[in-house]
């Protein structure tokens, strides 16, 4: 079994600045996904980011071409982080990290990010 448990959520202003952190404890192989999803109120669980564990990234059309997110990964921790700068109304949402492993998805329970104009 995974466990992942996210922290680093809150209320910021808009153009403020946020790090996501993750942090995934139990059965882990050395060859895994790690990744940020988010859900806003009344929308569907959408992709922002994932980082295999060659450190190569994925990001999804609706945030790559903003340049202001970056997923970073340290799978000696074992541990998954997204930075997310100049916060924007639109960002607000429960952000959901991930471990994919062998077909398997992990899911923690979320961190409420709310931005405030």
């Known amino acids: 079994q995974v466990q992942l448990v996210e922290s680093g959520g809150g209320l910021v202003q808009a153009g403020g600045s946020l790090r996501l952190s993750c942090a995934a404890s139990?059965?882990?192989?050395?060859?895994?996904?790690m990744g940020w999803y988010r859900q806003a109120p009344g929308e569907q669980r959408e992709l922002v980011a994932f980082?295999?564990?060659?450190?190569?990234?994925?990001?999804a059309s609706s945030v790559k071409d903003q340049g202001r997110f970056a997923i970073s990964r340290d799978s000696a921790k074992n541990t998954v982080n997204l930075q997310i700068d100049s916060l924007e109304a639109r960002d607000t949402a429960v952000y959901y990290c991930n471990l994919e492993q062998f077909g398997m998805n992990y899911w923690g329970q979320g961190t409420q990010v709310t931005v405030s104009s």
């Open positions: 139990g059965n882990i192989f050395t060859s895994n996904t």
């Open positions: 980082i295999a564990s060659d450190e190569s990234t994925y990001y």
